[in-house]
């Protein structure tokens, strides 16, 4: 049994404690948030575990093995250290932190440990679909991959909003940052790491952080192509992700709910021609607290971490891979001031 601390009460808090409340394997023992009003809240929407500011406060009457961070980013690396400092289990809701410093102090902070179980919220790693279609393109069904399309557009931001997210100080980004960095983690989960990118970043609406983002990108494994997102599109009140990834063997086409894979030559189990795949042929949780968005990632990530605490295994998605998606982010925004540039890869 897990003994979990959630720190942040806001919405992510919210989701996470509710999966938590209903693993086999996890028991949240508190609640962590600055704001106090939010104890009887939370409490009264069925979040019963002892609520304290802070987690050297939980600390002093509590007992814990992992910690949920769903704070705003600009808090990750101060908490997350302190929970390190303690020598817990730390899941961070995405991005992992709220510049490519942070992110970087973080994994060194790790680095080596492998008692230490560490992850980051990038649900769409958890979707079953796209973990099939990782395993397309790794066992060479496609060919070699070539090129890919990539989109991710919401219906968010029609005029200046305002609180942390859409200040440049405290967010470090607008649409990129919150929303289009899980687009960028399924790329590099699929092609690998990033050697290059043209990028330019428009806001539309907002006063101090970006609405669209569009990038040309360049993977170390010969990939190329494009990205285009934007929160301020009408017609999209659930977040929707479609891809186009091109192979010498043919396409593999897919967005949130199905794929569709049209290969010139059968390979394995896939027939020459059209195969199509459904998102409800490959969902297989329990609990699904968001069935239109990402219900089956959340579970999955929740579920995986807590696994992971419990087996001393690493998670799917580690600080690592969180490092690598903050050097795409913060790679586009220079690019978006500076021109192309070019990564150096992790090795170097």
Not at 57 to 66: G, I, P, R, T
Not at 90 to 99: G, L, M, N, Q, Y
Not at 191 to 203: D, I, M, Q, W
Request: charged share 20%; aromatic share 10%.
């Amino acid at each position: 049994m897990q003994r979990v601390i959630i720190i942040g009460m806001g919405k992510m808090g919210l989701v996470h404690g509710s999966i938590m409340n209903i693993l086999p394997d996890a028991e949240v023992v508190a609640l962590c948030d600055l704001d106090k009003s939010l104890g009887n809240y939370v409490k009264s929407i069925g979040l019963n575990a002892p609520f304290y500011p802070t987690l050297d406060e939980a600390l002093k009457e509590v007992q814990a093995d992992s910690v949920l961070v769903t704070t705003p980013q600009f808090s990750h690396r101060v908490v997350a250290e302190a929970a390190i400092k303690h020598n817990l289990h730390v899941f961070i809701e995405k991005p992992s932190a709220h510049t490519l410093e942070d992110a970087q102090a973080l994994y060194d902070l790790v680095k080596g440990r492998s008692e230490i179980v560490h992850a980051v919220g990038y649900m769409k790693a958890h979707y079953p679909l796209y973990q099939e279609m990782g395993r397309l393109i790794q066992d060479g069904v496609l060919g070699t991959v070539k090129n890919f399309r990539a989109s991710l557009y919401l219906s968010q931001v029609f005029a200046p909003k305002s609180g942390w997210m859409f200040t440049q100080k405290q967010a470090g980004g607008g649409l990129l940052t919150n929303t289009a960095c899980h687009l960028l983690y399924l790329l590099y989960a699929w092609f690998g790491e990033l050697a290059g990118v043209y990028a330019k970043t428009v806001s539309l609406h907002s006063k101090e952080v970006e609405d669209t983002a569009s990038a040309v990108m360049e993977f170390r494994n010969g990939v190329v192509g494009t990205l285009h997102s934007s929160w301020s599109v009408p017609g999209f009140q659930v977040e929707e992700t479609e891809v186009l990834i091109e192979g010498t063997n043919g396409i593999l086409i897919a967005d949130d709910n199905r794929y569709r894979l049209h290969l010139i030559k059968p390979h394995g189990a896939y027939p020459q021609g059209w195969t199509v795949r459904h998102r409800s042929e490959t969902d297989a949780v329990s609990f699904n607290l968001s069935p239109e968005y990402g219900g089956e990632g959340y579970y999955n990530e929740d579920l995986n971490f807590i696994q992971c605490c419990r087996d001393g295994k690493p998670a799917l998605v580690t600080w690592y891979d969180g490092l690598q998606v903050q050097k795409m982010m913060d790679a586009i925004y220079r690019s978006s001031r500076e021109g192309y540039i070019t990564l150096t890869s992790s090795s170097e």
